[in-house]
Protein backbone atom coordinates (compact mmCIF):
# COMPACT_ATOMS: atom_id res chain seq x y z
CA UNK A 1 0.00 0.00 0.00
CA UNK A 2 1.28 3.25 -0.51
CA UNK A 3 1.26 6.48 1.40
CA UNK A 4 -1.21 8.78 1.64
CA UNK A 5 -3.89 7.13 -0.27
CA UNK A 6 -6.19 9.04 -2.28
CA UNK A 7 -10.33 8.53 -2.20
CA UNK A 8 -11.29 5.84 -4.86
CA UNK A 9 -14.15 6.87 -7.55
CA UNK A 10 -15.78 3.96 -9.36
CA UNK A 11 -13.24 2.78 -12.71
CA UNK A 12 -14.80 3.19 -16.03
CA UNK A 13 -14.91 0.94 -18.95
CA UNK A 14 -13.07 2.52 -21.69
CA UNK A 15 -13.75 -0.34 -24.36
CA UNK A 16 -14.37 -4.13 -24.21
CA UNK A 17 -14.68 -6.67 -26.94
CA UNK A 18 -14.34 -10.46 -26.94
CA UNK A 19 -10.58 -10.45 -25.92
CA UNK A 20 -10.21 -7.30 -24.08
CA UNK A 21 -11.60 -4.94 -21.37
CA UNK A 22 -9.70 -1.49 -21.17
CA UNK A 23 -10.24 0.53 -17.39
CA UNK A 24 -9.92 3.79 -16.08
CA UNK A 25 -8.62 3.17 -12.72
CA UNK A 26 -9.06 5.73 -9.94
CA UNK A 27 -6.35 6.74 -7.85
CA UNK A 28 -6.87 5.50 -4.75
CA UNK A 29 -7.60 2.09 -6.04
CA UNK A 30 -5.18 -1.10 -5.59
CA UNK A 31 -5.02 -2.87 -8.55
CA UNK A 32 -5.08 -6.72 -7.69
CA UNK A 33 -6.41 -8.10 -4.68
CA UNK A 34 -3.87 -9.66 -2.18
CA UNK A 35 -5.82 -12.14 -1.19
CA UNK A 36 -9.44 -13.80 -2.56
CA UNK A 37 -12.83 -12.44 -1.42
CA UNK A 38 -10.96 -8.51 -0.57
CA UNK A 39 -13.14 -5.73 -1.37
CA UNK A 40 -12.20 -2.39 -3.18
CA UNK A 41 -9.74 -3.12 -6.01
CA UNK A 42 -9.91 -3.11 -9.26
CA UNK A 43 -9.96 -6.84 -9.69
CA UNK A 44 -12.74 -7.12 -6.94
CA UNK A 45 -15.01 -4.18 -8.93
CA UNK A 46 -14.33 -6.27 -12.30
CA UNK A 47 -15.55 -9.47 -10.72
CA UNK A 48 -18.71 -7.98 -9.68
CA UNK A 49 -19.58 -6.37 -12.83
CA UNK A 50 -18.09 -9.63 -15.04
CA UNK A 51 -17.97 -12.65 -12.87
CA UNK A 52 -16.42 -14.75 -15.76
CA UNK A 53 -13.15 -12.80 -15.00
CA UNK A 54 -12.71 -15.41 -12.36
CA UNK A 55 -11.57 -18.00 -14.40
CA UNK A 56 -8.84 -15.84 -16.48
CA UNK A 57 -5.30 -15.76 -15.30
CA UNK A 58 -4.67 -16.06 -11.03
CA UNK A 59 -8.73 -15.70 -10.86
CA UNK A 60 -10.37 -13.99 -8.41
CA UNK A 61 -6.98 -12.40 -7.37
CA UNK A 62 -6.39 -10.13 -10.76
CA UNK A 63 -9.78 -10.77 -12.86
CA UNK A 64 -7.78 -11.16 -15.93
CA UNK A 65 -5.45 -7.94 -15.44
CA UNK A 66 -2.11 -7.93 -17.30
CA UNK A 67 0.09 -5.57 -15.57
CA UNK A 68 -0.99 -2.82 -12.85
CA UNK A 69 -0.70 0.55 -11.36
CA UNK A 70 0.32 1.57 -8.31
CA UNK A 71 -3.08 2.56 -5.80
CA UNK A 72 -2.86 6.18 -6.08
CA UNK A 73 -1.73 6.43 -10.02
CA UNK A 74 -4.87 6.83 -12.43
CA UNK A 75 -5.49 5.85 -15.83
CA UNK A 76 -5.56 2.97 -18.10
CA UNK A 77 -5.20 -0.91 -17.60
CA UNK A 78 -5.53 -3.87 -19.53
CA UNK A 79 -7.73 -7.15 -18.44
CA UNK A 80 -7.97 -10.00 -20.54
CA UNK A 81 -11.05 -11.82 -21.05
CA UNK A 82 -10.13 -15.36 -21.92
CA UNK A 83 -6.23 -17.63 -21.11
CA UNK A 84 -5.12 -17.04 -24.72
CA UNK A 85 -5.74 -12.96 -24.54
CA UNK A 86 -3.86 -13.00 -21.18
CA UNK A 87 -1.11 -15.21 -22.86
CA UNK A 88 -0.57 -12.76 -25.65
CA UNK A 89 -0.66 -9.90 -23.37
CA UNK A 90 1.37 -10.35 -21.13
CA UNK A 91 3.58 -11.86 -23.81
CA UNK A 92 3.46 -8.47 -25.81
CA UNK A 93 4.16 -6.61 -22.22
CA UNK A 94 7.23 -8.66 -21.19
CA UNK A 95 8.47 -8.31 -25.28
CA UNK A 96 8.39 -4.39 -24.75
CA UNK A 97 5.56 -3.96 -27.65
CA UNK A 98 3.61 -1.99 -25.82
CA UNK A 99 3.09 1.59 -25.55
CA UNK A 100 2.77 2.89 -22.35
CA UNK A 101 2.94 6.88 -21.69
CA UNK A 102 1.93 8.78 -18.55
CA UNK A 103 1.14 12.18 -18.01
CA UNK A 104 3.25 13.44 -14.29
CA UNK A 105 3.80 17.16 -13.08
CA UNK A 106 7.63 17.50 -11.12
CA UNK A 107 8.85 20.23 -9.26
CA UNK A 108 11.25 22.13 -10.80
CA UNK A 109 12.70 22.42 -14.73
CA UNK A 110 13.91 19.47 -16.11
CA UNK A 111 15.99 19.36 -19.65
CA UNK A 112 13.49 19.25 -22.60
CA UNK A 113 13.53 15.49 -22.58
CA UNK A 114 15.58 12.84 -21.48
CA UNK A 115 16.49 8.86 -20.58
CA UNK A 116 16.91 7.39 -17.02
CA UNK A 117 18.43 4.09 -17.02
CA UNK A 118 18.93 2.87 -13.46
CA UNK A 119 18.30 -0.77 -12.00
CA UNK A 120 15.65 -0.27 -9.38
CA UNK A 121 15.26 -2.85 -6.11
CA UNK A 122 13.18 -3.12 -3.43
CA UNK A 123 14.37 -1.08 -0.70
CA UNK A 124 16.96 -3.53 1.67
CA UNK A 125 14.32 -2.23 5.07
CA UNK A 126 11.37 -0.38 4.20
CA UNK A 127 8.81 -2.43 2.18
CA UNK A 128 6.89 0.36 0.93
CA UNK A 129 9.49 1.41 -1.28
CA UNK A 130 12.06 0.75 -4.07
CA UNK A 131 15.46 2.15 -4.44
CA UNK A 132 17.17 3.34 -7.39
CA UNK A 133 20.76 1.22 -7.17
CA UNK A 134 23.86 3.32 -7.27
CA UNK A 135 26.61 0.58 -8.47
CA UNK A 136 26.90 -2.83 -10.27
CA UNK A 137 27.74 -4.21 -7.03
CA UNK A 138 24.65 -2.93 -5.05
CA UNK A 139 22.22 -4.15 -7.87
CA UNK A 140 23.82 -7.35 -8.00
CA UNK A 141 23.54 -7.68 -4.00
CA UNK A 142 19.93 -6.34 -3.99
CA UNK A 143 18.63 -7.99 -7.33
CA UNK A 144 18.12 -5.20 -8.95
CA UNK A 145 16.38 -4.85 -12.32
CA UNK A 146 17.30 -3.15 -15.33
CA UNK A 147 14.81 -0.27 -15.58
CA UNK A 148 14.29 2.46 -18.51
CA UNK A 149 12.08 6.02 -18.39
CA UNK A 150 12.08 8.45 -21.29
CA UNK A 151 10.26 12.03 -20.42
CA UNK A 152 9.88 15.00 -22.91
CA UNK A 153 8.92 18.39 -21.18
CA UNK A 154 4.69 19.42 -22.38
CA UNK A 155 4.55 22.45 -20.48
CA UNK A 156 6.69 24.46 -18.06
CA UNK A 157 4.16 26.21 -15.17
CA UNK A 158 4.84 28.64 -11.74
CA UNK A 159 3.56 29.18 -8.74
CA UNK A 160 3.36 32.26 -6.75
CA UNK A 161 5.13 31.65 -3.13
CA UNK A 162 4.48 34.53 -0.78
CA UNK A 163 7.90 36.22 0.95
CA UNK A 164 10.04 33.89 -1.49
CA UNK A 165 10.73 33.09 -5.31
CA UNK A 166 8.26 31.36 -7.72
CA UNK A 167 8.00 27.35 -7.54
CA UNK A 168 8.92 26.07 -11.02
CA UNK A 169 6.53 22.93 -11.77
CA UNK A 170 6.96 20.58 -14.96
CA UNK A 171 4.15 18.75 -17.04
CA UNK A 172 5.88 15.56 -18.55
CA UNK A 173 4.98 13.09 -21.27
CA UNK A 174 6.84 9.82 -19.56
CA UNK A 175 7.38 6.96 -21.56
CA UNK A 176 8.47 3.49 -20.24
CA UNK A 177 9.83 0.59 -21.42
CA UNK A 178 9.76 -1.45 -18.69
CA UNK A 179 7.21 -1.23 -15.78
CA UNK A 180 8.63 -1.92 -12.26
CA UNK A 181 6.99 -0.87 -9.60
CA UNK A 182 7.02 2.53 -8.61
CA UNK A 183 9.66 3.23 -11.27
CA UNK A 184 8.46 6.53 -12.84
CA UNK A 185 7.97 8.47 -9.17
CA UNK A 186 11.50 6.99 -8.24
CA UNK A 187 13.41 7.61 -11.61
CA UNK A 188 12.33 11.15 -11.94
CA UNK A 189 13.24 11.69 -7.89
CA UNK A 190 16.26 10.14 -8.61
CA UNK A 191 16.97 13.01 -11.16
CA UNK A 192 15.89 15.53 -8.39
CA UNK A 193 12.56 15.97 -9.91
CA UNK A 194 10.02 14.04 -7.88
CA UNK A 195 6.50 14.61 -8.92
CA UNK A 196 3.93 16.48 -7.11
CA UNK A 197 2.62 15.28 -4.28
CA UNK A 198 4.26 12.35 -3.77
CA UNK A 199 5.51 12.24 -0.25
CA UNK A 200 7.10 8.95 -0.46
CA UNK A 201 9.51 10.21 -3.07
CA UNK A 202 9.94 13.94 -2.15
CA UNK A 203 12.78 14.45 0.54
CA UNK A 204 12.06 16.94 2.93
CA UNK A 205 13.02 20.27 0.98
CA UNK A 206 11.06 18.56 -1.83
CA UNK A 207 7.93 18.71 0.58
CA UNK A 208 8.48 22.51 1.33
CA UNK A 209 8.69 23.11 -2.09
CA UNK A 210 5.52 21.61 -2.84
CA UNK A 211 2.02 23.29 -1.51
CA UNK A 212 -0.10 22.03 -4.10
CA UNK A 213 -2.90 20.46 -2.68
CA UNK A 214 -2.81 16.94 -3.75
CA UNK A 215 -3.93 14.12 -1.91
CA UNK A 216 -1.27 11.57 -4.31
CA UNK A 217 1.22 11.85 -6.73
CA UNK A 218 0.14 14.12 -10.39
CA UNK A 219 0.71 10.66 -12.48
CA UNK A 220 -1.71 9.30 -15.08
CA UNK A 221 -1.55 6.65 -17.00
CA UNK A 222 -3.05 8.63 -20.14
CA UNK A 223 -2.35 6.25 -23.45
CA UNK A 224 -1.82 2.42 -23.94
CA UNK A 225 -1.23 0.96 -27.65
CA UNK A 226 -0.11 -2.64 -28.13
CA UNK A 227 -1.26 -5.04 -30.81
CA UNK A 228 -5.13 -6.76 -30.16
CA UNK A 229 -4.65 -10.00 -29.13
CA UNK A 230 -7.49 -11.25 -31.88
CA UNK A 231 -5.87 -10.29 -35.19
CA UNK A 232 -2.77 -8.56 -34.53
CA UNK A 233 -3.42 -4.98 -35.43
CA UNK A 234 -2.42 -1.99 -33.61
CA UNK A 235 -5.26 -0.88 -31.12
CA UNK A 236 -4.43 2.73 -28.97
CA UNK A 237 -6.68 3.56 -26.16
CA UNK A 238 -6.78 7.40 -24.31
CA UNK A 239 -8.05 8.63 -20.48
CA UNK A 240 -8.06 12.66 -20.04
CA UNK A 241 -6.42 13.91 -16.97
CA UNK A 242 -9.00 13.25 -13.84
CA UNK A 243 -10.48 16.27 -12.08
CA UNK A 244 -8.10 16.53 -8.99
CA UNK A 245 -5.32 16.44 -11.58
CA UNK A 246 -6.71 19.36 -13.63
CA UNK A 247 -7.72 21.22 -10.77
CA UNK A 248 -4.10 20.76 -9.19
CA UNK A 249 -2.73 22.93 -12.76
CA UNK A 250 -5.62 25.23 -12.59
CA UNK A 251 -3.33 26.60 -9.76
CA UNK A 252 -0.52 27.02 -11.36
CA UNK A 253 0.58 29.98 -14.00
CA UNK A 254 2.16 28.95 -17.43
CA UNK A 255 5.87 30.10 -17.81
Request: with cysteine.
Amino acid sequence: MDDNPAVAAAPSIIHEDEELLILDKPAGMPSVSLKEGEEGTLAAWILAHHPAQSSVGEGRREAGLVHRLDNDTSGLVVAAKSEEAREKLKAAFKGEIVEKIYTALVLGSPPESGVIEAPIAHHPSKKKKMVVCESMKQALEWKARPAHTRYRVLKRFSLEAKGRAPLRYSLLEVRITTGLRHQIRLHLASIGHPIAGDRLYQNPRARLSDPLPLTRQFLHASKLSFPHPDDGKTVEFFSPLPEDLERALSLLSAS
